[in-house]
Nanobody
Framework: VQLQASGGGLVQAGDSLRLVCERA????????MAWFRQAPGKEREFVAA???????KYADSVKGRFTISRVNSDSTVYLQMNSLKPEDTAVYYC????????????????WGQGTLVTVSS
C-alpha cells in the first residue's frame, strides 16, 4: 500500500494547517488510518488515528487542537491542525493499520513518506 502525505509547511505559532494522506490506489479500505510525527532528535510518536467506523484516538498533546477525519470511499485521511505551537514542529507521517480500531500494542502495517511541519514562535 502506498500512501502520499502532503500539506506541510512553515507557519507561525497560532496558525493552522491541514495535512492530507492519500492512498495511491484510491480504493475503499477498512483499515485504521493514523498520523505520527517525529521531531528532530526525538522518537516517532503517535498523533491521531481513525477507524473505518469513525473511532478516533488522539495523543494528549494534540487533543482539542487537532482533528482527524477520513473519506471512506477512497480512504483519504485529513489532519486539521489548529493553534499550532513550536513544539508541533516535526515530520508528520501517515500510516495504516489492519483492523477496525487502532491498537497501540503493535506498529502500523504500512507507512507513507513524511511531510514537514515547521512552527515558528
Amino acid at each position: 500500500v502506498q500512501l502520499q502525505a502532503s500539506g506541510g509547511g512553515l507557519v507561525q505559532a497560532g496558525d493552522s494547517l491541514r495535512l492530507v494522506c492519500e492512498r495511491a490506489e484510491r480504493t475503499y479500505s477498512t483499515h485504521v488510518m493514523a498520523w505520527f510525527r517525529q521531531a528532530p532528535g526525538k522518537e516517532r510518536e503517535f498523533v491521531a488515528a481513525i477507524g473505518w467506523r469513525g473511532d478516533i484516538k488522539y495523543a494528549d498533546s494534540v487533543k482539542g487542537r487537532f482533528t482527524i477525519s477520513r473519506v471512506n470511499s477512497d480512504s483519504t485521511v485529513y489532519l486539521q491542525m489548529n493553534s499550532l505551537k513550536p513544539e508541533d514542529t516535526a515530520v508528520y507521517y501517515c500510516a495504516g493499520q489492519r483492523g477496525w480500531q487502532y491498537s497501540s500494542d503493535r506498529p502500523p502495517d504500512y507507512w507513507g513518506q513524511g511531510t514537514l511541519v515547521t512552527v515558528s514562535s
